[in-house]
Each structure stands twice: as structure tokens, then as C-alpha cells.
């Protein structure tokens, strides 16, 4: 590669981790006490796919160590986010699900989230981030085939 196709990757990719920590930081002002911004991706996550998984499944799904995860899902099962239990065909493993609690929860943190996330759009203008969405699109999809 030349130089320039490197400089363009770089500040291509300082501009993604830059965006990705503002975000951030942004929306986790603005969640409800007591939920870091992992416990709304895990609940928002169960609440979608509207099924159980695995601590393993979710640790996947999310790039995270079973450890991290594990850790995660113990502080949403101590706030009474999600249920933990046995997996009945294999006592080794464990399912875990969304709550009627933690269902509220998400809900009261997208409320909250939305009005940053649709201001930020306004801002910026909405032809200009649908314009930007294939690329990101493509360049989540050709990371994840280098996992």
C-alpha cells in the first residue's frame, strides 16, 4: 500500500475510535441510573431477539470474554434485568432472558437516548448520514469476516 492509501486508513480509523467514544459518552449521560451502556446493549440485544442465550452466545454476539460477560450479566441479574437459569437439557449451562423489569428498563433508556441520538442526526443532516451508512455498513461486514 502507499502512503497516502495509509494515511487515509488511519485517519479513516481515528475518526471511527474518535465518533465511537463521543457517542459514548454522550448517550451514557443520559441513561437511567445505575445502567452502564454494556447492560442496555445486552438488554436491548434479549429484547430483540425475543429468545434466551447463553452467557457464551452473548459473550460472542457482543466480542467479550465469557468472563466479561459473565460479569455483565451478574450485575443485570442483581438489578433484576434479566433471569438466569438452568438450561434444562445440559445443568452445566445457563439461559439467560430478558425481564419484565429489565424490558422496562431498556425501554426507559431508548427514551432517553433517542432525543441525543435524533438531535445528533439533526445536526449533522439526515441525507448526509444516510449517504455514510453503506460504507459503515460494508466496513462492520469486512472486519467481521477478519474475526
Do not use: C, Y
Not at 439461559?95 to 449533522?124: F, H, K, Y
Request: charge should be positive.
Amino acid at each position: 500500500m502507499d502512503s497516502q492509501t495509509n494515511n487515509l486508513a488511519v485517519t479513516l480509523f481515528s475518526e471511527i475510535l474518535t465518533v465511537d467514544q463521543l457517542a459514548r459518552a454522550n448517550v451514557a449521560r443520559v441513561l437511567p441510573k445505575g445502567m452502564e451502556l454494556s447492560h442496555f446493549s445486552v438488554l436491548n440485544h434479549l429484547a430483540h431477539s425475543g429468545v434466551e442465550r447463553t452467557p457464551a452466545q452473548l459473550a460472542k454476539t457482543f466480542h467479550l470474554t465469557r468472563g466479561a460477560m459473565t460479569n455483565t450479566l451478574g450485575k443485570l441479574e442483581w438489578a433484576g434485568w434479566v433471569h438466569i437459569r438452568p438450561d434444562w437439557d445440559d445443568a452445566r449451562r445457563k439461559m439467560v432472558a430478558i425481564s419484565p423489569a429489565g424490558m422496562q428498563a431498556r425501554d426507559a433508556a431508548l427514551a432517553a437516548m433517542t432525543p441525543v441520538i435524533a438531535g445528533l442526526v439533526e445536526r449533522v443532516g439526515a441525507e448526509k448520514v444516510r449517504s455514510v451508512l453503506p460504507v459503515l455498513r460494508e466496513l462492520r461486514q469486512v472486519l467481521s469476516e477478519h474475526e
